[in-house]
Nanobody
């Protein structure tokens, strides 16, 4: 089992920045690809970003490319999502997820999930 705990969400004005963190425990963190997803009320869960187990590659959803940056620190068992130039449409609950080694944008292929952290962007 992998336990994931997100933090860093909050209320921010449009154009502002937030950094989300997700701390993992339970298994060898460096063996897992990490993903960030988000879900707004009444909408399906959306892929945001993912990073390979060793940090060698990253992927981003089209709506966040150029504004969000994913990174990881395997020594701290933590993955980060730096969110810049935030827009009201970025408002959602953000979840981190883990799966062995390789990334994918299919949420169903991530077996481990955190509880989520709310991000609200005001206009």
């Amino acid at each position: 089992q992998v336990q994931l705990v997100e933090s860093g969400g909050g209320l921010v004005q449009a154009g502002g920045s937030l950094r989300l963190s997700c701390v993992a425990s339970g298994r060898t963190f460096s063996n897992y690809a990490m993903g960030w997803f988000r879900q707004a009320p009444g909408k399906e869960r959306e892929f945001v970003s993912a990073i390979k187990y060793n940090g060698a590659s990253t992927t981003y959803g089209d709506s966040v490319k150029g504004r969000f940056t994913i990174s990881r620190d395997n020594a701290k068992n933590t993955v980060y999502l730096q969110m810049n130039s935030l827009k009201p449409e970025d408002t959602a609950v953000y979840y981190c997820a883990a799966r062995p080694y390789d990334t994918t944008f299919y949420s169903s292929l991530y077996p481990y999930w955190g509880q989520g952290t709310q991000v609200t962007v005001s206009s």
